[in-house]
Nanobody, 129 residues
Framework: EVQLVESGGGLVQAGGSLRLSCATS????????VGWFRQAPGKEREGVAC????????YYKNSVKGRFAISSDNAKNTVYLQMNSLRPEDTAVYYC??????????????????????WGQGTQVTVSS
């Protein structure tokens, strides 16, 4: 059974940092891409970042480039999202998702995750101004 468990959310002031973790199990880590999505109240869920575990290729939403960094620890089957220079508009529930990626790119994988991915339960990130 595929399982993803997020942790690391919390309350932080604008300009601060948080590191989210997504602990995974139940699948061959290198065969999958893992992505981070977020959903703010009243808004649609949006893709934030994605990593292809086999080769480390990454994808980022434009608004987080240079501030967020996604990484994976293949020994721990865990994916991290380091979030720096946080802004109030980053406030949302953050979810990680995984999908068997094959030859798809990381950006394509994020689309696949929406329909076919396995999802965690989410972790709240609140950035105060």
């Amino acid at each position: 059974e595929v399982q993803l468990v997020e942790s690391g959310g919390g309350l932080v002031q604008a300009g601060g940092s948080l590191r989210l973790s997504c602990a995974t199990s139940g699948f061959t880590f290198d065969d999958y891409a893992v992505g981070w999505f977020r959903q703010a109240p009243g808004k649609e869920r949006e893709g934030v970042a994605c990593i292809k575990n086999s080769d480390g290729n990454t994808y980022y939403k434009n608004s987080v480039k240079g501030r967020f960094a996604i990484s994976s620890d293949n020994a721990k089957n865990t994916v991290y999202l380091q979030m720096n220079s946080l802004r109030p508009e980053d406030t949302a529930v953050y979810y990680c998702a995984a999908v068997h990626v094959g030859l798809f790119t990381t950006e394509q994988a994020m689309g696949l995750m929406r329909s076919y991915g396995s999802w965690g339960q989410g972790t709240q990130v609140t950035v105060s101004s």
